[in-house]
């Protein structure tokens, strides 16, 4: 069963960047059946889909964070990265990553690290 | 993209029924048979109850459901159980230009 696991910095300062690791374990992020994901949620607030990439690279972005977020996969590593520039503080949420299927499963979130809180504050 | 519409809050007494609606549009909710809905306790990562509409992953149990008519998909808890009680997101595919949306959440409270 795969799981994935968020590590990263708790507390990043105004106009840093927010950098954050998904660590694969019981299974391949070259998986050719999943495609994995950022998904935020803040403080007493909703899902926000952040973005996601396939093990070849190929990324999907918010509109919205375009801008400021890179997604990364190292395959050697099993894990895949999240990078979101310029932060503030409305960017303080829970940070998860998850694998999901891809076009042929509707995007179906089917695996979902513990998450971690990325606080923004100086 | 924009969220999709859910009620902010749910509740039935344990042993009812209590179904969560969940609006979009004919672009994401109602242009594909996609949509998923996720439970979320407080303080734990979402976990996959539905997808693809009405399809429940193994584990799940079969008090879950799940359904969809026009740009409304709906979930519908029987038999309420006090461990249900939680948040509830539905989520759909919204084109292969785009990534999934989400609903609001809806609050469930079993009284």
């Known amino acids: 069963q795969l799981q994935l696991q968020e590590s990263g910095p708790g507390l990043v300062k105004p106009s840093e960047t927010l950098s954050l690791t998904c660590t694969g374990s019981g299974g391949s992020i070259s998986s050719s059946t999943y495609y994995w994901g950022w998904i935020r949620q803040p403080p007493g607030k909703g899902l926000e889909w952040i973005g996601s990439i396939y093990y070849t690279g190929s990324t999907y972005y918010n509109p919205s964070l375009k801008s400021r977020i890179t997604i990364s996969v190292d395959t050697s590593q099993n894990q895949f990265s999240l990078r979101l520039s310029s932060v503030t503080a409305t960017d303080t949420a829970v940070y998860y990553c998850a694998g999901h299927g891809g076009f042929s499963s509707g995007w179906t979130l089917d695996y979902w690290g513990q998450g971690t809180l990325v606080t923004v504050s100086s | 993209q924009s969220a999709l519409t859910q009620p902010p809050s749910a509740s039935g007494s344990p042993g009812q029924s209590v179904t969560i609606s969940c609006t979009g549009t004919?672009?994401?909710?109602?242009?594909?048979?996609?949509v998923s809905w996720y439970q979320q306790h407080p303080g734990k990562a979402p976990k996959l109850m539905i997808y693809?509409?009405?399809k429940r992953p193994s584990g799940v149990p079969d008090r879950f459901s799940g359904s969809k008519s026009g740009n409304t998909a709906s979930l519908t808890v029987s038999g309420l159980q006090a461990e249900d009680e939680a948040d509830y997101y539905c989520s759909s595919y919204a084109g292969s230009n785009n990534l999934g949306v989400f609903g609001g959440g809806t609050k469930l409270t079993v009284l």
């Open positions: 004919s672009s994401d909710v109602g242009g594909y048979n996609y």
């Open positions: 693809e509409v009405n």
